[in-house]
Structure formats: structure tokens, C-alpha cells
């Protein structure tokens, strides 16, 4: 008799490990009544993302789509700050606004050759955390993609921006600005890596115009504009 009820309740045990898995693989339904799962959750946050890029990435691969929006223009690093400045006080304020310009167009180009891969990446995250990125801050989705993708898209980036600014221009425009600087007498050579610098920017620039589209669509209902929007983000908004 002892055996027997032994052997029932291993047999239950098992049966309940068994039943916990079964359980674990169905969709989990959300709080509040609403029934969407992990998965369209995070086929919602992946459409978000999309919507983003779609949306504001776009805008920066037009002309002046860096160098008009305050948000991400690029500005001189610190090391050519001095040179800017040095330039303009000895006339040649022209020089430097076509250095500073150059810049920009070559994240604009960059970010047009470079964006089917950022939108490549978006498709392949795998939100296992959905619900936690979802009730997270107004950019936390966006976060969650700059720590998941910035050192791959960096590498995708840096050889891009290396030809866009040969392509717009730009190598020639900063080694004569520079080489005018140089021989201003008793100023410190410079030799800064502008591929290295802009190619930080034009990412921190995506990400920035994601995080804003992110940031419109959790708080205007207005942005919400599919069904499965209106639905995931109805749950943040009760969080």
C-alpha cells in the first residue's frame, strides 16, 4: 500500500511538471481582461520600432535632415571647436559652415545606406521580457534596442560613413580646414577621427527619432494608429 501511494504520487508530481509546461507555452493573457499575449505584445513593440524608423529615421536621410533638427545635429567635437572658432577670427567664417555642413550630410547619407540593416535588426529582436519593456519608461523599448544592436550597427555604420564623407565631400573639405588651421601659427596640431565621431552621432541621432516616435505613441492616442497598437499600448496606459 506504501509503494502504491508512492508510485501515485510520483505519478502526480510528474503529471504537474508536465501540466506547468504545457501551461508556461500557451500565450500568456494579460491584466485587466484585455487577452493579448507575450507575443502580441511584442509584435506590438516591434511595430512600434517600425513605425519609428518609418516615421522619423526616414526624415534623417533627407537634405538637412541632421543639420535642421536640433535634436541630432551634429556639432564640432571638442577638439574642433577651437579650430571653428579660430577659423572665424581670422575671416573665414565660409570654411567653417561648410565643415560644419558636411558633417551632417554625411550622417544624412549614411543612415540612408545604412537603415534596411537597422530595420533587419528590429525584425529579429525577441522581446522574451515584453511586458516588462511595455509597463517600462517612455523609451524603454528603445533602450532595450540601442543595448541590443549599437555594437553591430556600429561596425555597419563606420565603413558607410567612412565613403559617405569622401561621397559628399567632406575628407576634402576638413583636411583643408584643417591644414588652414595648422599653419595658424602657435595653435596645437590636430588630426581628430571624424569617421569614428560622426558615425557615433548619426547612431545616437536614430536612436534619438526612435525614442521620440516611442515617446508619441505611449502617450497620444493619436499615434496609435493599427488595432494591435491601440491594444498593447491600452495596457501601459492602466499601468
Given at each position: 500500500m506504501k509503494?502504491f501511494?508512492?508510485?501515485?504520487?510520483?505519478f502526480?508530481?510528474?503529471?504537474?511538471?508536465?501540466?506547468?509546461?504545457?501551461?508556461?507555452?500557451l500565450p500568456?493573457?494579460?491584466?485587466?481582461g484585455?487577452g493579448?499575449?507575450?507575443?502580441?505584445?511584442g509584435?506590438?513593440?516591434?511595430?512600434?520600432l517600425?513605425?519609428g524608423?518609418d516615421?522619423?529615421?526616414?526624415?534623417l536621410?533627407?537634405?538637412?535632415?541632421?543639420?535642421?533638427?536640433?535634436?541630432v545635429?551634429?556639432?564640432l567635437?571638442?577638439?574642433?571647436?577651437?579650430v571653428?572658432k579660430?577659423?572665424r577670427?581670422?575671416?573665414?567664417d565660409n570654411?567653417?559652415d561648410?565643415?560644419l555642413?558636411?558633417?551632417?550630410?554625411?550622417?544624412?547619407?549614411?543612415?540612408?545606406?545604412?537603415?534596411?540593416?537597422?530595420?533587419?535588426?528590429?525584425?529579429q529582436?525577441?522581446f522574451?521580457?515584453?511586458?516588462?519593456?511595455?509597463?517600462?519608461n517612455?523609451?524603454?523599448?528603445?533602450q532595450?534596442l540601442?543595448?541590443?544592436?549599437?555594437?553591430?550597427?556600429?561596425s555597419?555604420?563606420?565603413?558607410v560613413?567612412?565613403?559617405?564623407?569622401?561621397?559628399?565631400?567632406?575628407?576634402?573639405?576638413w583636411?583643408n580646414?584643417?591644414?588652414k588651421?595648422?599653419?595658424?601659427p602657435?595653435?596645437?596640431?590636430?588630426?581628430?577621427?571624424?569617421?569614428d565621431?560622426?558615425?557615433g552621432?548619426?547612431l545616437?541621432?536614430?536612436?534619438?527619432m526612435i525614442a521620440?516616435?516611442?515617446?508619441?505613441?505611449?502617450?497620444?492616442l493619436s499615434?496609435?494608429?493599427?488595432?494591435?497598437l491601440?491594444k498593447?499600448?491600452?495596457?501601459q496606459?492602466?499601468?
Amino acid at each position: 500500500m506504501k509503494r502504491f501511494l508512492l508510485i501515485l504520487v510520483i505519478f502526480q508530481l510528474t503529471s504537474c511538471a508536465e501540466l506547468q509546461q504545457v501551461i508556461e507555452s500557451l500565450p500568456q493573457e494579460t491584466t485587466g481582461g484585455i487577452g493579448l499575449s507575450n507575443v502580441d505584445i511584442g509584435n506590438g513593440l516591434r511595430q512600434a520600432l517600425d513605425k519609428g524608423i518609418d516615421k522619423q529615421v526616414t526624415k534623417l536621410t533627407q537634405k538637412d535632415g541632421f543639420f535642421r533638427n536640433e535634436l541630432v545635429k551634429i556639432v564640432l567635437p571638442d577638439e574642433l571647436k577651437k579650430v571653428d572658432k579660430s577659423l572665424r577670427d581670422i575671416g573665414l567664417d565660409n570654411l567653417a559652415d561648410e565643415g560644419l555642413k558636411v558633417l551632417n550630410r554625411a550622417a544624412e547619407d549614411a543612415v540612408k545606406e545604412a537603415t534596411p540593416i537597422f530595420v533587419n535588426a528590429v525584425k529579429q529582436i525577441t522581446f522574451n521580457d515584453a511586458k516588462q519593456i511595455l509597463l517600462g519608461n517612455q523609451d524603454a523599448a528603445t533602450q532595450y534596442l540601442k543595448g541590443t544592436t549599437k555594437t553591430a550597427l556600429y561596425s555597419k555604420f563606420n565603413p558607410v560613413i567612412k565613403n559617405s564623407l569622401s561621397k559628399v565631400g567632406a575628407d576634402r573639405v576638413w583636411s583643408n580646414i584643417i591644414n588652414k588651421y595648422n599653419s595658424i601659427p602657435f595653435t596645437n596640431k590636430v588630426n581628430p577621427d571624424l569617421t569614428d565621431y560622426v558615425t557615433g552621432e548619426a547612431l545616437n541621432g536614430v536612436y534619438t527619432m526612435i525614442a521620440v516616435e516611442e515617446g508619441e505613441i505611449r502617450t497620444k492616442l493619436s499615434s496609435r494608429t493599427t488595432d494591435l497598437l491601440r491594444k498593447v499600448f491600452a495596457l501601459q496606459d492602466g499601468k
